[in-house]
């Protein structure tokens, strides 16, 4: 999806605004996500430490060293909930990084709950200079599984926040994960008919994986039945399985941005898929939907 945006090659840099989650705000927060493990999903250079141009230009040498040149460099604020400040701290924070001469858009992930008019109207006339999109951690359909995993929102939020941010002409991306507890592959499968329903430009989807000192951790080791992978874990053959299931009833109309994840391991308690890495699995999903003679969409219900 973003070739054809900008026509060239475009690489992602992920910064840190420091931004706190509400939903683990200690002011007002509900105690986070029990899978959650926010150290888990920042490289190594951005930092909240530094401010977002040196984040930026670090992560600028940081892939030039390891031969990633690109067109066109996109900001990405993925750690934290990227909107939980006042209309006027963000338009700030904002500013900042679209005003840096090698960035040419923005990628702002958040939470559905954390959204508003103001915020998106604000949203809307950044767009309007340089590319501007918002990526929801939506993570189910469900609102049984949302309210177990303490998640601080419902469904009916994830529908409203994107269909007000599409309202306005702005991309969304949605991010879903698989195998959280009480979820089995039908129910994954059944909900993508929700999921098309969704007016998003691009998905995410990514195996669960169980991180130390969280809440879930916790749970697994007590209730391994509530999960897919058990206390043994289910293969990576059966995960590709899934993806196959979920693409083939999945719009074509939704670009893949992400279909596994790979955590720093010191972080990581369990991971389903024993460590193999997303290209090795990416191979095993394309080989499977060839074989098949499958594609995105051909058992959509249009």
Same mark, same amino acid.
């Given at each position: 999806?973003?070739?054809?945006?900008?026509?060239? %090659?475009?690489?992602?840099?992920?910064?840190?605004?420091?931004?706190?989650?509400?939903?683990?705000?200690?002011?007002?927060? %509900?105690?986070?996500?029990?899978?959650?493990?926010?150290?888990?999903?920042?490289? =190594?250079?951005?930092?909240?430490?530094?401010?977002?141009?040196?984040?930026?230009?670090? /992560?600028? %040498?940081?892939?030039?060293?390891?031969?990633?040149?690109?067109?066109?460099?996109? &900001?990405?604020?993925?750690? *934290?909930?990227?909107?939980?400040?006042?209309?006027?701290?963000?338009?700030?924070?904002?500013?900042?990084?679209?005003?840096?001469?090698?960035?040419?858009? !923005?990628?702002?992930?958040?939470?559905?709950?954390?959204?508003?008019?103001?915020?998106?109207?604000?949203? @809307?006339?950044?767009?309007?200079?340089?590319?501007?999109?918002?990526?929801?951690?939506?993570?189910?359909?469900?609102?049984? +599984?949302?309210?177990?995993?303490?998640?601080?929102?419902?469904?009916?939020?994830?529908?409203?926040?994107?269909? #007000?941010?599409?309202?306005?002409?702005?991309?969304? *991306? @949605?991010?879903?994960?698989?195998? !959280?507890?009480?979820?089995?592959?039908?129910?994954?499968?059944?909900?993508?008919?929700?999921?098309?329903?969704?007016?998003?430009?691009?998905?995410?989807?990514?195996?669960?994986?169980?991180?130390?000192? +969280?809440?879930? &951790?916790?749970?697994? #080791?007590?209730?391994?039945?509530?999960?897919?992978?058990? @206390?043994? /874990?289910?293969?990576?053959?059966?995960?590709?399985?899934?993806?196959?299931?979920?693409?083939? %009833?999945?719009?074509? +109309?939704?670009?893949?941005?992400?279909?596994? #994840?790979? @955590?720093?391991?010191? !972080?990581?308690?369990?991971?389903? !898929? /024993?460590?193999?890495?997303?290209?090795?699995?990416?191979?095993?999903?394309?080989?499977?939907?060839? =074989?098949?003679?499958?594609?995105?969409?051909?058992?959509?219900?249009?």
């Amino acid at each position: 999806m973003m070739r054809q945006r900008f026509g060239g %090659r475009v690489q992602k840099l992920s910064i840190d605004a420091a931004m706190v989650c509400p939903n683990r705000d200690a002011r007002g927060g %509900r105690g986070g996500c029990t899978f959650c493990l926010n150290e888990a999903f920042s490289p =190594s250079y951005c930092r909240g430490v530094k401010s977002l141009c040196e984040q930026i230009d670090e /992560g600028l %040498r940081f892939h030039l060293s390891r031969g990633r040149s690109a067109d066109y460099y996109v &900001a990405y604020l993925q750690a *934290g909930t990227n909107t939980n400040a006042s209309v006027d701290r963000l338009r700030k924070l904002y500013a900042e990084v679209l005003d840096h001469p090698r960035i040419s858009g !923005l990628i702002i992930g958040t939470r559905p709950d954390a959204v508003s008019s103001e915020k998106l109207d604000m949203l @809307a006339d950044f767009s309007t200079k340089k590319y501007v999109a918002v990526e929801y951690g939506v993570e189910s359909t469900s609102d049984a +599984t949302l309210s177990h995993v303490n998640r601080g929102h419902s469904f009916d939020d994830a529908r409203w926040a994107i269909g #007000a941010t599409r309202e306005r002409g702005i991309d969304v *991306g @949605a991010h879903f994960i698989l195998g !959280l507890p009480n979820e089995r592959p039908e129910q994954l499968i059944e909900q993508t008919d929700k999921i098309n329903e969704l007016d998003i430009n691009y998905i995410k989807f990514h195996q669960l994986q169980i991180f130390r000192s +969280t809440p879930m &951790a916790e749970e697994w #080791a007590l209730h391994p039945e509530r999960f897919m992978f058990g @206390a043994e /874990g289910f293969s990576a053959s059966s995960y590709v399985d899934l993806l196959v299931a979920i693409l083939r %009833r999945l719009a074509p +109309t939704i670009s893949l941005d992400r279909l596994f #994840a790979l @955590a720093p391991r010191h !972080l990581t308690l369990h991971s389903p !898929l /024993g460590g193999l890495r997303p290209d090795i699995l990416k191979n095993m999903l394309v080989s499977r939907m060839l =074989s098949g003679g499958f594609v995105q969409g051909d058992l959509y219900n249009y």
